[in-house]
């Protein structure tokens, strides 16, 4: 895929959502970094309706580390693998009080030395609450970057490390939100709903749905 239908692809996805941002609700950096180790294998709503319950009551790493690991359980127990979750929250919550001031670090070093943190969840939250141009690839990112052309890849690095380098830089920040955004609502894994995407006359797929 070249330069200039990745520019087209890319403007499309920007007009037809200018301002996109992840479905998890937050309202701090803090509040980003919990939810975002809480969706690892879980989906966006699943983990909104569990810190809508928990962020009323609890929203700081001192509010958090007060429930302890149980306490936390009571309020993320609907979410998959919820024990090993409480755990690194907790922990994640000690190691911001001690280390950082108690304030999310906006460095990949720091946050990936974070329980639970790898580096997915890192460059979410330096795209999301940082503004910086990172690339987190999910199954939905990856998926479509392979499924489309934009640039393919045989893991996730690989094209993290592809998108950033061939993303124009205008689209770059925002890249990460209109992929997974389209890989969850129009290219899905399944059955790719291509008679209704905006860009299917720019893909590249060889097998399109009607």
């Known amino acids: 895929m070249n330069k200039e239908k990745r520019t087209q692809i890319f403007s499309r996805l920007r007009d037809a959502d200018p301002n996109p941002t992840t479905e998890l609700n937050y309202t701090s950096p803090f509040e980003l970094l919990v939810a975002v180790i809480l969706s690892a294998q879980a989906t966006d709503v699943g983990v909104n309706k569990a810190t809508d319950k928990l962020y009323p009551a609890a929203n700081t790493p001192e509010a958090i580390l007060a429930l302890g690991v149980d306490g936390l359980k009571d309020y993320i127990k609907t979410i998959g693998l919820f024990n090993a979750k409480a755990e690194n ?6 190691i911001l009080i001690e280390k950082h001031n108690s304030i999310v670090p906006d460095n990949r070093e720091d946050l990936e030395a974070l329980p639970g943190v790898g580096r997915k969840t890192a460059n979410v939250v ?3 609450a ?14 479509v970057s392979n499924r489309t052309g934009i640039a393919p890849g045989k893991d996730v690095l690989e094209v ?7 993303i124009p830089k205008e689209f770059l920040m925002d890249a990460h939100h209109w992929l997974i955004l389209h890989g ?6 399944r059955k790719p709903q291509c008679g209704s995407c905006i860009i299917e006359d720019l893909c590249e797929y060889k097998q399109k749905t009607s």
């Open 126 to 128: 330096l795209n999301t």
């Open 160 to 166: 993290e490390k592809r998108l950033v380098r061939l």
């Open 130 to 143: 940082f503004k910086q141009p990172t690339m987190a690839v999910d199954t939905h990112i990856f998926r």
């Open 184 to 189: 969850r609502y129009v290219c899905k894994a």
């Open 89 to 94: 929250v907790i922990k994640t919550c000690r």
